[in-house]
């Protein structure tokens, strides 16, 4: 498959560049040049695949020129034999809603049915070739826990995460920064996400930096996690037989619920999108009304939502201006600036997908009480948003994705009903272990120097 980079075109990239470099070299997001759309007849095809087999042959679409179907196959096995769930997500009901429980990985939230599979990803590579590289990554929360766990011990790969200090849950940084493996680095940024995540975009557009470390990039952007996150979109679809479907997806960089709009486009007969937002609501904003302009970044109960700019979007502003990386470079020119507005046009073909609502920490508490009394569930705060999201909007019977467990978020759930969900019994030598993690200011070259002071193999 060919792939270029969102803000040039012209410039073609192989699926081992797009999966190793995350970002191009422009600063642009890599999307396919042109991508295999199923037939109603082909998607039946695919109905009585399982888990496993229909992520094959999904990411085989993207990847056939990088790695063949049958090590593939294998690859996506051993990745999800880390899961407690023998089909990777489950499906189950609340009330009329359908929750698509994605937290079952090895550190409870949906970021782990991406990255297990990246990590292999990554082995499968340097057995090819003869390499080391630094992943470096910025993390809401979630994200960092993900890959550390994926990357941890394996060989000829570093990893460097950036969490925001005192921003996340401590369950969150505890997960991340009581893993014991010599190859895994944490670090805290005196700052939030979006410094964080600034500070990576500043290491890898520093090319003779990035290029002197093969530093290489995992967060949501990179497109081999959009794919394998599309997969349960069309899971969900088969698993509940319907006609159409809408999904409700708490979102806070958009990758998640793009892949979902990947899946539409590859035909998947989905309704609506609902970009589901904490009252971090730029996207709520930009897809309600057009106004795609950043706010401060307010502190909220579902952290890995915090979020004003969302990196993503850049894609989707690719796709609704006809795939123009011209357009899509001066639109980019104004996000930076902080001064772009949607055009009408343009709106109205967003919201032929896409449909919008956020909820406030108030509203988040309510639906975690509302929900506990009725169906007896404790849903963890950014899952709440979603089933809120969909509630507002009268989505009654869409999917919610749930996106975390909720016992990575205890305080949320105990503000709101005074109780709090365990963690697993496999996890929960994390809340008493000796932590890790180096607090550095934000500032850019702070942490390449810390980055090259602790590259060993
Ligand atoms: C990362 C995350 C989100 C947001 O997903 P995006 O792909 O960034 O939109 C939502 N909920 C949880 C629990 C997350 O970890």
Request: proline residues 2%; contains cysteine.
């Amino acid at each position: 498959m060919i792939y270029v980079s969102t803000r040039n075109n012209s410039k073609e990239y192989s699926f081992e560049e797009v999966f190793i470099k995350g970002l191009a070299d422009d600063g642009g997001l890599y999307v396919p040049k042109s991508f295999k759309s199923y037939t109603h007849n082909e998607l039946l095809e695919l109905k009585y695949l399982n888990y496993n087999e229909l992520s094959s042959e999904i990411v085989h679409q993207f990847s056939s020129d990088f790695i063949s179907k049958d090590e593939l196959s294998k690859l996506i096995n051993k990745s999800y034999s880390t899961f407690r769930e023998k089909e990777v997500v489950k499906i189950s009901k609340l009330g009329e809603v359908n929750l698509l429980e994605l937290f079952h990985g090895p550190t409870l939230a949906f970021k782990d049915v991406a990255m297990q599979f990246i990590g292999n990803l990554y082995q499968y590579y340097l057995s090819k070739n003869d390499k080391k590289i630094n992943i470096v990554v910025a993390t809401s929360g979630d994200t960092g826990a993900a890959a550390i766990d994926a990357i941890k011990g394996k060989t000829n790969l570093n990893i460097f995460v950036l969490h925001p200090n005192n921003k996340i849950s401590s369950v969150q940084r505890k997960i991340m920064t009581t893993v014991e493996e010599n190859n895994v680095f944490n670090i805290a940024i005196e700052g939030n996400f979006d410094d964080c995540q600034n500070i990576v975009k500043a290491m890898f557009s520093d090319l003779k930096f990035s290029k002197s470390i093969n530093m290489s990039g995992v967060n949501s952007i990179n497109w081999a996690r959009i794919i394998a996150q599309t997969v349960y979109y069309f899971y969900s679809y088969f698993k509940l037989n319907k006609k159409t479907i809408s999904f409700s997806v708490p979102t806070g960089n958009f990758g998640d619920v793009f892949a979902g709009y990947l899946a539409k486009k590859m035909g998947l007969p989905i309704n609506k999108l609902i970009v589901a937002t904490n009252e971090n609501d730029i996207l709520h904003r930009a897809i309600s009304r057009g106004d795609y302009v950043s706010k401060e970044v307010k502190e909220t109960s579902s952290p890995s939502m915090d979020i004003q700019l969302a990196s993503n979007f850049e894609r989707l502003i690719y796709y609704i201006n006809k795939s123009d990386s011209k357009i899509t470079k001066d639109i980019m020119k104004k996000v930076k600036q902080n001064s772009y507005q949607i055009e009408k046009n343009k709106l109205e073909i967003i919201q032929k997908d896409f449909i919008s609502e956020s909820c406030s920490e108030k509203e988040t508490l309510d639906i975690i009480k509302n929900i506990y009394e009725k169906n007896n569930v404790i849903l963890d705060p950014h899952t709440a948003i979603g089933v809120g999201a969909a509630h507002k909007l009268s989505f009654n019977d869409c999917v919610v994705l749930s996106t975390a467990h909720p016992c990575k978020f205890p305080d949320a759930t105990i503000n709101s009903i005074n109780k709090y969900e365990t963690l697993p019994e496999e996890l929960s030598h994390v809340l008493n272990k000796q932590e890790n993690f180096q607090v550095l200011e934000n500032d850019v070259e702070e942490v390449k120097n810390f980055v090259k002071k602790n590259i060993k193999f």
